[in-house]
């Protein structure tokens, strides 16, 4: 999965239902979502924002923003949870991961759009997380957050993760979760495709 082309995204898109019965979108960002995912950011409270990138920023850099919108590049991803409102797809949270092969781990990091928080759009998206680290071969997955933030900590709490002190910055902390074994409750179009894929190059498949 480390070079998507733009044609085959869609492939990776999940449709998720939170516990309030909404639907959501997930999919990989793409170009066009440049002004969007921009605004998305803008909107944030302030406090959303610090808690997502441990500094006071109010969009993000040129040099950021372009990270973001490189799916698949150095095996780091950007997905975004949208929902319909008023008739228009509307970005209501966003993630973005990273695969670290050597270690065998996925490292990610989201946010909620302040209105649509309590709405459980945080839970669903964490358990995609899962299984698309279990689709990347991933066998832990870990997120940082700053100490005093308690919405993220409740929440990794509440999806099974144990918390570690942060090797390097004592404000934060660490949470931690092992994956080796596929979510199979937690469906999604990576697991699919990877399983495929794996099926495709096993010796047994062209029996």
């Known amino acids: 999965m480390s070079s998507l082309r733009l044609e085959d995204l869609k492939q990776y898109s999940d449709t998720l239902q939170t516990r309030q019965g909404e639907r959501l979108n997930v999919r990989f960002v793409e170009p066009r979502d440049t002004e969007e995912l921009q605004h998305y950011f803008r909107s944030l409270s302030n406090r959303s924002r610090y808690s997502r990138f441990f500094g006071a920023i109010s969009e993000l850099p040129k040099g950021l923003l372009h990270d973001f919108l490189e799916v698949g590049e ?4 950007t997905v975004v ?5 008023d008739g228009f797809e509307t970005i209501v949270a966003e993630a973005r991961y990273a695969l670290h092969a050597e270690t065998s781990t996925l490292e990610f990091g989201l946010s909620v759009d302040d209105r649509w928080q309590g709405h459980g759009i945080a839970t669903a998206l964490m358990k995609n997380l899962e299984c698309r680290a279990a689709a990347l071969g991933a066998e832990h997955m870990f997120g940082d ?3 005093s933030n308690e ?3 409740s929440l990794a709490r509440k999806s099974g993760f144990a918390f570690v002190n942060h090797p390097d910055d004592w404000k934060l902390v660490r949470f931690d979760k092992e994956i080796s074994v596929a979510p199979k409750d937690i469906p999604c179009a990576s697991w699919r495709l990877a399983a495929l894929s794996r099926q495709a190059d096993s010796p047994s498949a062209s029996v």
């Open 151 to 153: 919405t993220m900590i």
């Open 145 to 147: 957050t700053l100490r």
């Open 81 to 85: 949870a949208t929902k319909m409102v």
């Open 74 to 77: 150095r095996d780091r991803f």
